[in-house]
């Protein structure tokens, strides 16, 4: 009897060990995989209790969390998402945070001609380029964003292989089922092999990060003490070494500034061989407004600007000819004579030249000559 006394005080005993560890349940983004793996276990050691984390697309995890999946901590790779699980009453408003801008890169694996910059993308030999399914992932969103900004998204779309979260994409293009991938800087910092291009921010809109506190009680209140640590030094720690920073952070250990900037490229412009400073100065306007300020208002200025430079100025018959070297490649007439075109010249890093067109629609397309050293109106 004695015997049986004491083995059932040992089982209440390992029974009431088990149900005293405390756990707290996180809905991530998949891009956090690395860096929340290593957050848990450190905020494991220090308070005893241990995240238990499902990593997936933002959109589909926010649909969960509206649902009324029970977890206790969203983070998400883009605020609005953050800010949906709030609407649905499951996520406590006051808690919500940013914990990362996002950044992107073109990711491509070892025996890969690396880009050099993203419009090389449109280049032949890149077969299959992976981003994440831009209808529920952040960083799709981005990566579809900067393409269309850099004026090859209908030259890249029928390539596009879509990955369901920024994790799937990236695996994508480390087993080689893909050329290229537009991924997370947070996964091309963990990386081996490969290379990173960095994208330029100004192309998509910003990824603002954010995490929130879902659900009440206990749980609740081991997400706060999890998001307080994420905010803390140490926290900030890991996450700026995996890539995830806050406006004026830099990588841990790491480099974070950009490339020195290349010399401006100068357009020698002729009309009917003679060059004047006016149309130059048009030309390159133009290069600096669609390059910086897509949807600023001296962007449209400029583009018409060009319009009346080719079409009004030196009539619909008028004929744009980029010089390269010692030959010559004509325009397609056709992008420039149709009235319901805007033409747009549009400069780029090492003398190349994209002559891109919108119609009314809002179809873009572009004709991309380069090593281009000068370009010529023949009426």
């Given at each position: 009897?004695?015997?049986?006394?004491?083995?059932?005080?040992?089982?209440?005993?390992?029974?009431?060990?088990?149900?005293?560890?405390?756990?707290?349940?996180?809905?991530?983004?998949?891009?956090?995989?690395?860096?929340?793996?290593?957050?848990g276990?450190?905020?494991?050691?220090?308070?005893?209790?241990?995240?238990?984390v499902?990593?997936?697309?933002?959109?589909?995890l926010?649909?969960?969390?509206e649902?009324?999946?029970?977890y206790?901590?969203?983070?998400?790779?883009?605020?609005?998402?953050?800010h949906?699980?709030?609407?649905s009453?499951?996520?406590?408003?006051?808690?919500l945070?940013r914990?990362?801008?996002?950044?992107?890169?073109?990711?491509?694996?070892?025996?890969?001609?690396?880009?050099?910059?993203?419009?090389?993308l449109a280049?032949?030999?890149?077969?299959?380029?992976?981003?994440?399914?831009?209808?529920?992932a952040?960083?799709g969103?981005a990566?579809?964003?900067?393409?269309?900004?850099?004026?090859?998204?209908?030259q890249?779309?029928?390539?596009?292989?879509?990955?369901?979260?920024i994790?799937?994409?990236?695996?994508?293009?480390?087993?080689?089922?893909?050329?290229?991938a537009?991924?997370?800087?947070?996964?091309?910092?963990?990386?081996?092999?490969g290379?990173?291009?960095?994208v330029?921010?100004?192309?998509?809109?910003?990824?603002?990060?954010?995490?929130?506190?879902?659900g009440?009680?206990?749980?609740?209140?081991?997400a706060?003490?999890?998001?307080?640590?994420?905010q803390?030094?140490?926290?900030?720690?890991?996450?700026?070494?995996?890539?995830?920073?806050?406006?004026?952070?830099?990588?841990?250990?790491?480099?974070?500034?950009?490339?020195?900037?290349?010399?401006?490229?100068?357009l020698?412009?002729?009309?009917?061989?003679t060059?004047?400073?006016?149309?130059?100065?048009?030309?390159?306007?133009?290069?600096?407004?669609?390059?910086?300020?897509k949807?600023?208002?001296?962007?449209?200025?400029?583009?018409?600007?060009?319009?009346?430079?080719?079409?009004?100025?030196?009539?619909?018959?008028?004929?744009?000819?980029?010089v390269?070297?010692?030959?010559?490649?004509?325009?397609?007439?056709s992008?420039?004579?149709?009235?319901?075109?805007?033409p747009?010249?549009?400069?780029?890093?090492?003398?190349?030249?994209?002559?891109c067109?919108?119609?009314?629609?809002?179809?873009?397309?572009?004709?991309?000559?380069?090593?281009?050293?000068?370009?010529?109106?023949?009426?």
């Amino acid at each position: 009897m004695k015997h049986l006394l004491v083995a059932l005080l040992l089982a209440t005993l390992a029974c009431s060990s088990k149900t005293t560890e405390r756990t707290v349940r996180v809905a991530a983004a998949a891009d956090l995989s690395r860096a929340f793996d290593e957050i848990g276990r450190a905020f494991e050691a220090r308070t005893g209790i241990k995240p238990i984390v499902d990593f997936g697309s933002s959109g589909l995890l926010a649909k969960q969390i509206e649902d009324g999946a029970p977890y206790a901590l969203f983070a998400a790779a883009n605020e609005s998402y953050a800010h949906k699980a709030v609407a649905s009453g499951h996520c406590d408003a006051s808690s919500l945070a940013r914990y990362a801008r996002g950044r992107l890169v073109v990711w491509t694996p070892s025996g890969v001609q690396a880009p050099e910059r993203i419009e090389d993308l449109a280049d032949a030999r890149f077969h299959r380029i992976a981003i994440a399914n831009p209808d529920h992932a952040p960083y799709g969103v981005a990566a579809k964003q900067a393409l269309e900004h850099a004026g090859i998204w209908s030259q890249v779309e029928p390539r596009l292989v879509l990955g369901e979260n920024i994790q799937a994409t990236m695996k994508y293009a480390q087993t080689g089922a893909v050329d290229a991938a537009v991924v997370a800087l947070s996964l091309a910092v963990i990386s081996t092999g490969g290379s990173a291009l960095r994208v330029d921010p100004s192309l998509h809109d910003p990824l603002d990060q954010a995490l929130v506190v879902c659900g009440q009680g206990e749980e609740a209140d081991a997400a706060r003490q999890l998001v307080a640590f994420i905010q803390s030094p140490a926290g900030r720690e890991i996450m700026t070494r995996y890539g995830f920073l806050l406006p004026g952070e830099k990588l841990s250990g790491a480099e974070d500034t950009p490339k020195p900037s290349e010399p401006s490229f100068h357009l020698d412009v002729r009309v009917d061989g003679t060059s004047t400073s006016w149309q130059q100065d048009v030309f390159e306007r133009t290069a600096r407004a669609v390059g910086a300020n897509k949807n600023s208002d001296g962007d449209a200025r400029d583009t018409w600007s060009v319009r009346e430079l080719v079409r009004g100025t030196y009539g619909a018959s008028a004929r744009v000819v980029a010089v390269v070297g010692d030959s010559r490649t004509a325009i397609d007439a056709s992008e420039w004579g149709d009235v319901s075109r805007t033409p747009i010249v549009h400069s780029t890093r090492r003398g190349h030249l994209n002559f891109c067109w919108a119609d009314g629609a809002g179809k873009w397309g572009a004709t991309i000559v380069k090593n281009v050293t000068a370009l010529e109106i023949q009426r």
